[in-house]
T-cell receptor, first 113, second 115 residues
């Protein structure tokens, strides 16, 4: 158990819909990362927050947004969903903003029909 | 373009055999990270290598970073079914012009160990 909690574990929705994925980092970790994993693209970095502030952006679509709240949990919002958004979405956390030792949650599997 | 290339893509070995997975970067790395993922689960951090020529071991897994810091290998000795999974190498995006602290990953090597 990494200490990172993600909900929901599975989500099935239709094209055009909007979903919110939630992440609680490990106790004491200030940095939260979101990654998307698909068969064709592999594991892609989406966005990072550190202590409530956006720190870095990766390959995140404009239809996606995220935030980190004062209690350090984070949410990833995915809107106007397309079939190609079906993937496993991981949240990871770390103590500081610049470390490669990340603790990953078990992921939220999104299926868009 | 894929910055980290892993080989092989998949590997099936008999229990007890040794194996090696390689990770090659197009640029010199500040840090190279190895993670393991069981199917459909999150990644687990294995090791971090930062210095050229560095070698680290944990139980039966040894990782090395070459002197030029562009290639790393992960070696498993006397493989066991518990070693099965997907092994991914990761590098700091800062090495590729991005913001440090975020990782890019290779596409992974799927390891199966036959009992």
């Amino acid at each position: 158990d990494s200490g990172v909690t993600q909900t929901p574990k599975h989500l099935i929705t239709a094209t055009g819909q909007r979903v919110t994925l939630r992440c609680s980092p490990r106790s004491g970790d200030l940095s939260v990362y979101w990654y998307q994993q698909s068969l064709d693209q592999g594991l892609q970095f989406l966005i990072q927050y550190y202590n409530g502030e956006e720190r870095a952006k990766g390959n995140i679509l404009e239809r996606f947004s995220a935030q980190q709240f004062p209690d350090l949990h984070s949410e990833l919002n995915l809107s106007s969903l397309e079939l190609g958004d079906s993937a496993l979405y991981f949240c990871a956390s770390s103590v500081g903003p610049s470390t490669g030792e990340l603790f990953f949650g078990e992921g939220s599997r999104l299926t868009v029909l | 373009s894929q910055e980290l290339e892993q080989s092989p893509q998949s590997l099936i070995v008999q229990e007890g055999k040794n194996l090696t997975i390689n990770c090659t970067s197009s640029k010199t790395l500040y840090g190279l990270y190895w993670y393991k993922q069981k199917y459909g689960e999150g990644l687990i951090f294995l090791m971090m290598l930062q210095k050229g020529g560095e070698e680290k071991s944990h139980e039966k897994i040894t990782a090395k970073l070459d002197e030029k810091k562009q290639q790393s290998s992960l070696h498993i000795t006397a493989s066991q079914p518990s070693h099965a999974g997907i092994y991914l190498c990761g590098a700091d995006i800062g090495d590729y012009g991005g913001s440090q602290g975020n990782l890019i990953f290779g596409k992974g090597t799927k390891l199966s160990v036959k009992p």
